[in-house]
């Protein structure tokens, strides 16, 4: 992508929100000197019912192709085993070397890059730590906390496949 490019694409509004809240579910860890979590402390919070309808303009929270996509334990794909097309890996440091669960949709690799590329030049240093996994990934991983720990337990902090937001 050229520079020009770049920065038409930044310059969205819409779409710098929606790529790096794509960006966001993939789960980060900050690793050198300034680790984000050293300074963090619990503090007092509202929550919202996260079975309230959201009503966001442009947003289709149940189209399986759109970013804003709400998958949770109480929304699930649909159809269940929905396959992004546009999964590539992003070229940024990753836990893993299997390419399978390095892959993110193509929007979400591109906020990644410039991410990971502004925080470099700021002094940080990130890593990706889990991105998509396969309806059929999602399942061993699920039986395998079941098979461990049983499933009222394994259902308290993993998610059953198809209700996944990986």
Not at 36 to 41: D, M, Q, S
Not at 91 to 103: C, D, F, H, L, T
Not at 137 to 153: A, P, W
Request: net charge negative; hydrophobic share 35%; aromatic share 8%.
């Amino acid at each position: 992508m050229s520079s020009e490019n770049n920065s038409s694409w930044l310059n969205n509004p819409s779409r710098r929100t929606f790529s790096l809240a794509a960006v966001g579910t993939v789960a980060l860890v900050v690793t050198g000197g300034n680790s984000a979590l050293a300074n963090t402390r619990p503090f007092d919070a509202e929550v919202e019912d996260s079975r309230a309808s959201a009503e966001v303009e442009g947003a289709d929270l149940n189209d399986p192709n759109s970013y804003s996509l709400l998958v949770n334990k109480r929304r699930p794909l649909n159809p269940l085993n929905f396959a992004p097309a546009d999964l590539v890996v992003p070229n940024v440091p990753n836990i893993s070397s299997n390419p399978e669960i390095r892959q993110v949709r193509k929007e979400a690799a591109t906020a990644a890059e410039l991410m990971f590329t502004e925080a470099k030049l700021q002094g940080h240093d990130l890593i990706i730590v889990s991105a998509y996994r396969s309806f059929q990934l999602q399942t061993q991983v699920f039986n395998y906390y079941v098979e461990r720990d049983g499933q009222k337990l394994a259902e308290t902090y993993s998610a059953r496949p198809g209700y996944s937001e990986h």
